[in-house]
């Protein structure tokens, strides 16, 4: 499980999903704990990489997880990525949802987190793509 984490400085940060060491249903208590977290780093836009089997675990909240972080004062996207080591073609999916996802970070306020399950697999990936396409952008 990855922890919360700058990739980029002031720009780009990385996690695992709030309450991920649950596994469980995941109380507004958690989320509000990890979201105070996340506030303290100056984040100001989340992209969540959550597919339903993980929504679920966040039903608790008003509204659910994405538009909790909305009424919390965030920028959020959400684009539901079956996790690619357990779904056969989790790879083709994320890989051909990448424009996307970059087209949605360009038009959020900076810093912005990713995250999925576990912040490694999806998460991983997306922030390698995000940090070569604004290697690009700086060239």
Request: proline share 6%; hydrophobic share 40%.
């Given at each position: 499980?990855?922890?919360?984490?700058?990739?980029?400085?002031?720009?780009?940060?990385?996690?695992?999903?709030?309450?991920?060491?649950?596994?469980?249903?995941?109380?507004?208590?958690?989320?509000?704990?990890?979201?105070?977290?996340?506030?303290?780093?100056?984040?100001?836009?989340?992209?969540?990489?959550?597919?339903?089997?993980?929504?679920?675990?966040?039903?608790?909240?008003?509204?659910?997880?994405?538009?909790?972080?909305?009424?919390r004062g965030f920028q959020?996207?959400?684009?539901?990525?079956?996790?690619?080591a357990h779904?056969?073609?989790?790879?083709?999916?994320?890989?051909?949802?990448?424009?996307?996802?970059?087209?949605?970070?360009?038009?959020?306020?900076?810093?912005?987190?990713?995250?999925?399950?576990?912040?490694?697999?999806?998460?991983?990936?997306?922030?390698?793509?995000?940090?070569?396409?604004?290697?690009?952008?700086?060239?």
């Amino acid at each position: 499980m990855r922890p919360l984490e700058w990739e980029i400085p002031d720009v780009l940060a990385a996690s695992a999903r709030p309450g991920r060491e649950l596994d469980a249903a995941v109380p507004r208590e958690s989320v509000d704990r990890w979201l105070g977290e996340v506030q303290a780093m100056g984040i100001r836009s989340i992209i969540c990489l959550l597919d339903k089997k993980h929504l679920v675990l966040y039903d608790e909240l008003p509204g659910g997880l994405v538009e909790y972080y909305r009424q919390r004062g965030f920028q959020a996207y959400n684009l539901a990525v079956r996790d690619p080591a357990h779904y056969p073609g989790g790879w083709e999916e994320l890989e051909a949802n990448l424009e996307r996802i970059w087209d949605a970070y360009q038009g959020m306020m900076k810093p912005v987190l990713v995250h999925c399950s576990a912040g490694i697999d999806r998460t991983g990936r997306v922030v390698g793509y995000l940090t070569r396409r604004l290697g690009e952008c700086n060239d």
